[in-house]
């Protein structure tokens, strides 16, 4: 076994300068896409949001086209918390949002209270027809760039707090947020929820875990509204002599109907982090492992679909094709899989499996976990990989429990090095947390939750391809 620390990764911004903060990175240097014709500088934005939180939001988004204080952080340790910079044209964003009345849609309290003593699962359900109904009409005024809906406090979804650090919450399984998404699918825009503790600062009941700092809000509310606008903040550099790589997570989920079978889901991006999702084929539960898995036919009519899909919104094909997988690889889905890389002439492929529960732990020293980008050679084909831990630029570890490591199998040939720089770089490309910090790689780590939305939907449904829409 042999343990080293791999170098932090770099991402690219404006004019092809690097760091490795995203926040700092925008600070000094301005979204990767600054210089594009195409960049949004205008964010026209609609509004869906209860009678009495219209107000108050729009007084917050006012405040957040200035600078706001990062928190107060220890000496050596001001990297963690960077000021927001403020969020308009004269802003290294060089974009603002554009509010219109009349592009504003109002609950009213009547409305809300039509909901009250009905089931909690009704509530989640008719709440989200409401909501859905008034977005549908902002996105045919063809006038919005993105439509901000706001929950009512009273549609606050529950969640398993019970989480280890860096893992998503896992929501109820009917929940307004899911419901909302999957019926919003079909729009030209995409939707931002907002909660009203984003603005208010007040932690809401019920919630064990610590709000973040309101600089620290708006920088991930204001990035994600910037790449769901169709704004680039940063994406993972490449140079002229690297392959152009396209980057697949394969999960799985199982409709509301409950049987047996569940359908695959392929997300796919490129190292400028443009995202699509694309619905595979039915799955089986393996009797060996209890996990779903694929035929032979469907992992490869999968693969061949997830790449022609990329090549529809790219307008070329891949020289390298990574996929990540969070269950085993069957020999089966392995020829599958090789099939559609053969019939798409891709010479360069990794098959990489990502186990979120890893046995073993790493201790070092002193009182600070494992630095991040630790890795741990087990075997040939096995690594142990920190992507959360004790980080150089803070100084500090800046999680709450004690961080797990991912564990890395080789599948097909392929160098585990490549694989970990992979995951740690997928690891920086979350625009709703922009952070550098992030447990999964984003080719799985919102996997479940686009699952969550789209088994509300029948099998047939046109839904939007666009990863903007589901994050």
């Known amino acids: 076994m042999r343990a080293r620390v791999l170098s932090e990764p770099l991402l690219e911004f404006r004019a092809g300068n690097r760091h490795v903060d995203p926040r700092l990175g925008l600070l000094r240097y301005g979204p990767a896409d600054a210089d594009a014709t195409t960049r949004p500088t205008q964010v026209r934005v609609g509004v869906v949001a209860p009678a009495d939180s219209v107000g108050a939001m729009r007084e917050w988004f006012e405040r957040c086209r200035n600078p706001i204080p990062g928190k107060q952080a220890k000496p050596g340790q001001e990297n963690m918390h960077p000021n927001f910079p403020g969020f308009g044209l004269g802003t290294p964003f060089g974009a603002e949002l554009c509010f219109d009345s009349s592009l504003t849609r109002e609950i009213s309290d009547r409305q809300m209270r039509r909901f009250e ?23 045919e005024t063809g006038r919005c760039s993105i439509i901000v809906c706001v929950r009512p406090p009273e549609m606050l979804d529950p969640v398993d707090e019970d989480v280890e650090e860096g893992e998503e919450p896992r929501r ?141 919104v790219h307008g070329h094909d891949p020289a390298r094709v990574v996929i990540h997988k969070t269950s085993r690889f069957e020999p089966r889905e392995i020829e599958g899989f090789e099939a559609a890389l053969d019939a798409a002439r891709v010479e360069h492929a990794e098959m990489i499996w990502i186990q979120r529960k890893a046995g073993p732990k790493l201790f070092r020293e002193g009182q600070l976990p494992p630095l991040r980008c630790t890795m741990l050679d087990l075997d040939s084909n096995t690594a142990m990989l920190y992507t959360r831990g004790s980080v150089e630029f803070f100084r500090t570890y800046p999680g709450m429990y004690v961080p797990q490591p991912l564990l890395l199998r080789a599948t097909r040939s392929g160098s585990l090095h490549t694989a970990a720089v992979d995951v740690l770089g997928l690891s920086k490309m979350n625009w709703n947390n922009a952070q550098l910090d992030e447990r999964d790689a984003l080719t799985l780590r919102t996997a479940d939750n686009v699952g969550d939305m789209l088994r509300h939907l029948a099998a047939g449904s046109t839904v939007a391809t666009r990863y903007a829409f589901y994050m």
């Open 117 to 139: 003593g009905q089931a909690t699962g009704r509530i989640a359900r008719d709440a989200a027809e409401l909501y859905a109904d008034h977005a549908r009409s902002l996105d």
């Open 172 to 312: 109820a399984a009917e929940n307004f947020h899911d419901l909302l998404k999957a019926q919003t699918l079909g729009l030209g825009r995409p939707l931002q929820l907002l909660r009203p503790e984003t603005w208010t600062g007040k932690q809401p009941k019920g919630r064990d875990r610590p709000l973040q700092d309101e600089a620290t809000r708006a920088w991930n509310l204001h990035t994600a509204i910037y790449y769901k606008a169709g704004g680039s903040p940063w994406r993972l550099p490449r140079d002229s002599t690297d392959l152009s790589s396209c980057f697949i997570g394969l999960s799985f989920f199982r409709p509301l109907e409950g049987d047996q079978l569940h359908t695959a889901l392929a997300q796919i991006f490129n190292e400028r982090g443009d995202g699509v999702v694309v619905r595979g084929r039915t799955a089986h539960v393996s009797k060996i492992d209890r996990q779903p898995h694929l035929t032979r036919d469907d992992a490869s009519i999968t693969l061949r679909e997830a790449l022609a899909e990329f090549r529809r």
